[in-house]
């Protein structure tokens, strides 16, 4: 009997950050009056994006404490204690958690996660993060960065032990018999007894099997090492992109890289980050935009973007004389945030902006795709790079929340609808339903 083909959906992920994804949203008078330490406001945000259907919402996570902090609104909740919060305020959308892989143990993160996935019966999703931020090196106990390869290195064997972990009890283990005073079966359960460069870790892990198997694993780097990485493990990718071309061309390698790892293209789903000003007009969505970058501090702008070379020393660079390459680090030679850097190179190499110039786009999404306009040229954008081979769906970052995300929900997604793109119900229960991924199997034997 031939297999139907599944008809490809547009999916949707809603990255919360700040009071938006513009470096200024804290200040705007149309930002949420909430705290950042208030569950409340993470609450209200993740309810509004499941009454839109969308898949996900994500928390990215930082280890420790930005120096712009005195001009800049860059704390938040720790994610996955947030999310626990989160996964009994709502009851459809998938919950996606920022995790180092750097400073984490295997056991304990893969608890966590277990236990989230549990919470919200089978909602979850780990994004697996190497951390490069030198001063998140001194919170554990280190003097300075791990090296960019000895993150993946480590990474890899990481993820490895997680999934052992996850699948160490078996799908029948739990027997719960209470007239017979058998809760499990001890043959169903098995250590995993791994010792590795980085890692021993004897197992099996001390919870039962979750409903999805394991999280949805999520990952974000694009260097070259990064996609080798997302290439075998990664089910979503969470990517930067500032023009359609690179886009295409970042699609079309990771696809072809997962198929050289034995795995089926289609079950990793390449998310680019969407960054929309939206207005009635286009007129007024600039002027939006020129209003949120007339909030700007250039030298806070000026000091993450050393932190993204590195510590990198741009204090010499004037705000108002075009850039060249040549004053940037070789982007190979960072041990920070590699595959950023090259977008960030790649810019300057193309447009030739300004400091003041490239720091107020930096402002609005840290190198993710900008845009401003009407719902209609949203949603021909998001049409266009879906059905053009540069993404199967998009990371939204709404440069101001809520409103932004308001604007989205109630005027983009009905136009996705309409072009039958976009869900108009949920038809599964579980992340992994959401993004069209199968459950892992697990032990059989």
Known sequence: MKRRAVKRQLHLNLFIQSRGHHEASWRH????????????????????????LFDSIFLADTLALMDTVGHAASNWLEPIT?????????????????????????????????????????????????????????????????????????????????????????????LDDRASGRYARPDRIRPIDHEG?????????????????????????????????????????????????????????????????????????????????????????????????????PEVGRKRLSGRFGGHDFSHLPLDKPLAPEDFPDPQTVQAARSRTEVIVGLVRREKPTLRQLLAYLAGARGHFTTAGT????????????RDGAADGFNLMPPLLPSMLDVFVDEVVPLLQKRRLFRTAYDGSTLRDHFGLPRPSGRSD
């Open 375 to 386: 719902p209609e040229q949203i949603a021909d954008l998001i049409e266009d790079w879906f």
């Open 197 to 297: 460069k980085f890692y021993r870790v004897a197992g099996p892990l001390n919870l039962p099997r979750t409903p999805q198997g394991r999280p949805v694993f999520v990952q974000a780097g694009s260097s070259e090492t990064g996609r080798r990485f997302a290439a075998r493990h990664a089910e979503a990718v969470f990517t930067a992109q500032m023009e359609k071309k690179t886009a295409q061309d970042f699609y079309a390698d990771l696809k072809s890289l997962a198929a050289t790892e034995g795995r089926p293209p289609e079950q990793m789903l390449i998310l680019p980050g969407l960054s929309p000003l939206i207005a009635a007009t286009e007129s007024e969505a600039q002027r939006m935009v020129r209003e949120l970058n007339d909030l700007t501090d």
């Open 82 to 174: 947030a999310l626990g919060a989160l996964a009994m305020t709502t009851s459809r959308i998938g919950l996606i958690a920022t995790a180092s892989t750097t400073y984490a143990e295997p056991f304990n993160l893969a608890r966590q996660f277990a236990s989230l996935d549990h919470i919200s019966n089978g909602r979850v999703g780990w994004n697996i993060v190497t951390t490069w931020l030198a001063a998140a090196a001194r919170n554990y106990g280190g003097a300075g960065l791990v090296n960019h390869d000895e993150r993946y290195e480590r990474g890899e064997e990481f993820v490895q032990v997680a999934k052992a972990l996850w699948d160490s009890w078996a799908d029948d283990a739990v």
């Open 29 to 52: 008078p149309a930002a949420s009056p909430y705290a950042l330490s208030d569950i409340g406001y993470y609450r209200d945000l993740a309810q509004r994006a499941e009454a839109g």
